[in-house]
T-cell receptor, first 114, second 110 residues
Framework: DTGVSQDPRHKITKRGQNVTFRCDPISEHNRLYWYRQTLGQGPEFLTY????????KSRLLSDRFSAERPKGSFSTLEIQRTEQGDSAMYLC????????????FGPGTRLTVT | DAKTTQPTSMDCAEGRAANLPCNHSTISGNEYVYWYRQIHSQGPQYIIH???NNETNEMASLIITEDRKSSTLILPHATLRDTAVYYC???????????FGTGTRLKVLA
């Protein structure tokens, strides 16, 4: 399968712990997005990378959230000092510049903060 | 702020056309309308996009009103596998931020 992959698929953590999620986009895709989705809601934009540069970050993203995309390949999303309100599905998507209208989504990482 | 408004849910009989409306009255002149769908427990999947003209592909048709304030996604012959949440999406002007909204839960009935 050469689609977008995310790891882990599920994560349960205690409040106050740090967590890190990984996204591997489709190999030739230079654009990468992170979204958060809570139950019954649509995905909510978190951040956008073009190659290794983080070009956009949602105001909703507190300073506890950080994302990186070293060398413009895989990306990581870290949440520090997790809170119960961080419980959600974290989705990664990638696209190719010439067809940027079509984002390919991964299966997501479901985070539960207890 | 850019936003979309869709009915919460709709039912459609199998084999009939499903028409899913979306209001995007705040869309700016050069921004596209995108439609994605999300089947339970999967990531969203691209369906179609458009700017001004009506569009059709192998999955669906997209009808955009002349004033661009609303659009309708048409699944011409709905099947049970089309049961999903359908999102009408716009991008906030001058940004890379895609606004999904809450979507329409389409249930195709046998």
């Amino acid at each position: 399968d050469t689609g977008v992959s995310q790891d882990p698929r599920h994560k349960i953590t205690k409040r106050g712990q740090n967590v890190t999620f990984r996204c591997d986009p489709i190999s030739e895709h230079n654009r990468l997005y992170w979204y958060r989705q809570t139950l019954g809601q649509g995905p909510e934009f978190l951040t956008y990378f073009q190659n290794e540069a983080q070009l956009e970050k949602s105001r909703l993203l507190s300073d506890r959230f950080s994302a990186e995309r070293p060398k413009g390949s895989f990306s990581t999303l870290e949440i520090q000092r997790t809170e119960q309100g961080d419980s959600a599905m974290y989705l990664c998507a990638s696209s190719f510049r010439e067809s940027s209208y079509e984002q390919y989504f991964g299966p997501g990482t479901r985070l539960t903060v207890t | 702020d850019a936003k979309t408004t869709q009915p919460t849910s709709m039912d459609c009989a199998e084999g009939r056309a499903a028409n899913l409306p979306c209001n995007h009255s705040t869309i700016s002149g050069n921004e596209y309308v995108y439609w994605y769908r999300q089947i339970h427990s999967q990531g969203p999947q691209y369906i179609i996009h458009g700017l001004k003209n009506n569009e059709t592909n192998e999955m669906a048709s997209l009808i955009i009103t002349e004033d661009r304030k609303s659009s309708t996604l048409i699944l011409p012959h709905a099947t049970l596998r089309d049961t999903a949440v359908y999102y009408c999406i716009v991008r906030a002007p001058g940004t890379y931020k895609y606004i999904f909204g809450t979507g329409t839960r389409l249930k195709v009935l046998a």
